[in-house]
Each structure stands twice: as C-alpha cells, then as structure tokens.
C-alpha cells in the first residue's frame, strides 16, 4: 500500500512539472512576440525621426531590394537613351531638310515633274477634263510649284467659260529640254538655279532660269525667269548691287529687285526694322543695273533727289492717301487738267469708262447722281452707284502686300491694255494677296495711271481696278 501511494505522489508530481513548464513556455513565447512586435514598430519610428520625410524607409526599401533598384535605374536609363535618341532623330531631320543636294538628273526629273503637272487633259474645245474650278487646278499646281508660280499659271493660261474650265489657246510656258545641254548652280542649302538657252522665234535667243527651292519636304519650281542671252539675270543683279556696296551694308539688309525702268533692273537695298512702334523699312538706296552690260548706278544723285520713278511713286502714295481720307481736294489737285480722270473697274479700258473732269473731281461726294461704271463679271448685270459709294472700294488699299512700279503683269484672264489706252505713260499698282481661304483668288490690285500735262507734269488720268475675274 505503501510503495503506490509512493508511485501515485511521484506520477501527480510529473504532470504537474509537465504542466509548469507548457505554461511557462507559452507566456514566454507570448511575451517574445509581443517584444517583436512591438520592436518593429518601433524601428521605423526611430528611423522617421532621425530621416527627413521617410528617406530610411526608402534606404532600408533599397537595401532589401537591391534587384529592384537596379531594375528601375536601367529603366531611366533607357528612357533617358531613347529621348537622346529621338531629339538626335529630329536634328537629324532639321538639318537634312535644310541641307539637300540634287543632282542634275535629279533636277531634270523635278521638271519634268512640272511639266507633266502643267500638261492637264482637255478636250478637243480645250475644256480640262479632270479639274472643273481654278481653284482645284491650283491645288493641283501647287503639288509641284510655288504658290505665285501656281497662281499665275492659272490666270494666264486658263479661264472660265459658261461654267467649265478651258485652256487658253496660247503657247505654254518654257520647259526644260534635258537632251541639250542646261547647267546646275547651286545658290544656298536649299536652292538650286537650273539653267539653260533656247531660241525661238517667237522669243528670240534667251537664256531661261528654273529656280529649284526644297521646301516641306519636296523639291518644288519656285519660279522661272529668263533674259535675252548674255545678259544679267534679276538675281544676279541682285548680287551684283550686294557685291558693289559690300561692307557698307550688313548680311541682314536686303537687296531685291523691284521693278524694270528704262529697260533696267531697279534694285532696292533697305533693311527691315523692328521697334515698339512696330515695323518698318528703312531705305538705304535704289540702284539700276543694265541687263546687257551688269553696270550699276546709283538713283540717288548728289542733291539727293530720287529717280523719276520714285517721283511718281511718291505721287501715287499721295493720291491713295486722298483716296483713302476721301479728300476729293487734294485728289483734284493730282488729276491731269486736260484728260481728266478716268474710272475702270476692270484692266481692260474703254471708251464706255467715266471720265471726271478736274473741276468735278472735287465735288464728287456731293454728286447724287447715279452712274454706270462697267458690267458685273459673270452675271452682266450693270455696276451702278454713286461716285462716293462706288469709291469706298478704294479703302480696301489701306494696307498692300506690293507697290509695283511701270512692270505691269497680266495677272488675270482679262486682257490689259493700260499701257496701249495710255501710252507713254507711268503706272504704280498697289497689290494685295489673296487669302488662303479663298485658294488666294481673292487678290487686288489698284492701278494709278499718270500722264505728262501740257505743262511736263505727271497728273493722274485714271484709277483702274483689276482682281480675279471668272
């Protein structure tokens, strides 16, 4: 009895040792996470105190993941490379677009590019087959030329007749001939003169100058010229005035043929000056240059006063301000006492025009008489007005584009006939551009005509309109 109840002591005394120690064990586990956890949210704090904004947990974030850091700076690198990469691509473009040679096949094959673009498909009665409008034929010339050259191929050789486009029975424009022989000169980065002799008899021995400019991407005619074989060229002279002054003039002023006087190139030098006021130009001289011998002489003589031309632009400029204040006065003053001043609104004068005298010309706004001054284009209804409402056309002149002096161009498909109404006889024509909403057919021009009096004065004798007509 004994010896069990010994061996039952020990047994209660073993279970209760097993027991001890399972609790034990289980509080200090307990007691061991909650240090740890409790230590790791602690960590950070101590870290956030002692690092501005939370870098250490960005620091220790890294350190954990090396991979990850490496991965993202590879990233940026090549993000970093593929920008280098595209703004390289786009300097690249730049300046091979303002960096182009051209052969002279390559050449050849632009102008006969132009030529084939001319070439349109009409029929037997001369009617384009594929564009109904001058419109769309511009558009269609303007894929391989510039917009004058287009514009002015479309008023020479095309009009509009009862609604359908025809070609205009006359002899084309020049072309290149690439089985004789034609030069290549290159003029800047993007220009090249193509250039070649031809004679005709109709047009006699001339030397014919293609103009070649890259321009978005493409190269397109810019413009054709042509002088009798021999002889100077516009821009040549242009060159030659620059080359004559030299560093009396600075690269940025401008040298540019104006006008023809006399059968000489008139060459304008001024520069274009920009001020709070806005801008302006400032002349530094005119110059001529004889087509047939290059020899340059100034305009400017040593009294200072200008050539006959600027003369007559300078009368012209004060007829348009009288116009364009309606002081009938001083208009009065400028017209020709013994012709009087005629009114056209078209280029091709007749004998059916207005005339003014000069006495009148200073009453015109008190007139309420009603005149007939031309025919409307297309419909042919009668164009009649007042003198003062039909000469509100003329404030549309307050700003232009040109001032052109004695080098009338037949700009449109009515025939002009100034100088022949007129003869002997200076014209300054005020041009105003088309916009390009309207294809730029919607261009302007005022033609101020003067005549000598009995006295050897240039007076006004007429005021013709010329514009787009269908």
Not at 376 to 404: C, H, L, N
């Amino acid at each position: 009895m004994r010896l069990a109840s010994t061996r039952k002591t020990l047994l209660f005394s073993f279970l209760a040792a097993i027991l001890v120690t399972g609790c034990s064990s289980e509080e200090a586990g307990t007691n061991d996470q909650q240090e740890t956890d409790q230590a790791a949210q602690e960590e950070p704090n101590d870290s956030n105190e002692n690092t501005p904004d939370g870098q250490g947990e960005e620091e220790q974030a890294n350190e954990e993941n090396p991979a990850d850091d490496e991965e993202q700076s590879n990233q940026d690198h090549e993000e970093e490379q593929t920008d280098s990469d595209d703004q390289q691509t786009e300097e690249e473009q730049n300046e091979e677009d303002s960096s182009q040679d051209l052969s002279k096949e390559e050449a050849a094959e632009v102008l006969q590019e132009y030529e084939n673009t001319f070439m349109v498909k009409t029929s037997t009665d001369g009617t384009v087959e594929n564009y109904g409008t001058k419109e769309e034929l511009l558009s269609h010339f303007k894929t391989i030329m510039s917009q004058e050259l287009a514009q002015n191929y479309v008023d020479d050789f095309f009009r509009m007749d009862n609604g359908q486009l025809k070609m205009v029975a006359t002899e084309p424009p020049v072309w290149l001939d690439p089985e004789n022989d034609y030069q290549l000169n290159k003029q800047n980065e993007s220009t090249y003169h193509v250039v070649q002799s031809k004679s005709s008899e109709l047009r006699g021995d001339r030397e014919y100058t293609f103009q070649l400019a890259y321009k978005n991407g493409q190269w397109i005619v810019d413009e054709v010229s042509s002088a009798k074989s021999g002889e100077v060229t516009k821009r040549e002279a242009e060159e030659s005035v620059r080359n004559h002054l030299g560093n009396d003039i600075t690269e940025s002023t401008i040298v540019e043929y104006d006008h023809m006087e006399q059968n000489q190139y008139v060459i304008h030098v001024y520069d274009q000056i920009e001020d709070e006021e806005g801008s302006h130009t400032a002349t530094y001289g005119w110059y001529k240059v004889d087509p047939a011998t290059g020899e340059i002489t100034s305009l400017f003589g040593d009294d200072e006063q200008t050539s006959r031309s600027q003369q007559i632009k300078e009368k012209a400029d004060n007829v348009l301000d009288a116009l364009l204040n309606k002081d009938m006065d001083t208009l009065a003053s400028y017209v020709h006492q013994e012709k009087g001043l005629l009114i056209s609104p078209y280029v091709n004068i007749s004998d059916e025009d207005v005339v003014f005298e000069q006495e009148q010309v200073a009453n015109l706004f008190e007139m309420k008489e009603t005149y007939t001054w031309g025919y409307q284009d297309g419909s042919g209804k009668p164009m009649k007005s007042t003198p003062q409402e039909y000469f509100q056309r003329y404030q549309d002149f307050a700003e232009v584009d040109k001032v052109i002096v004695d080098d009338l161009k037949q700009r449109g498909n009515v025939q002009m006939n100034i100088k022949e109404y007129f003869p002997e006889s200076h014209v300054v024509e005020f041009y105003k551009n088309g916009t390009e909403e309207n294809s730029n057919m919607d261009w302007s021009s005022l033609y101020i005509v003067f005549q000598k009096n009995s006295e050897g004065e240039w007076k006004a004798v007429a005021l013709v309109s010329g514009q787009w007509t269908i």
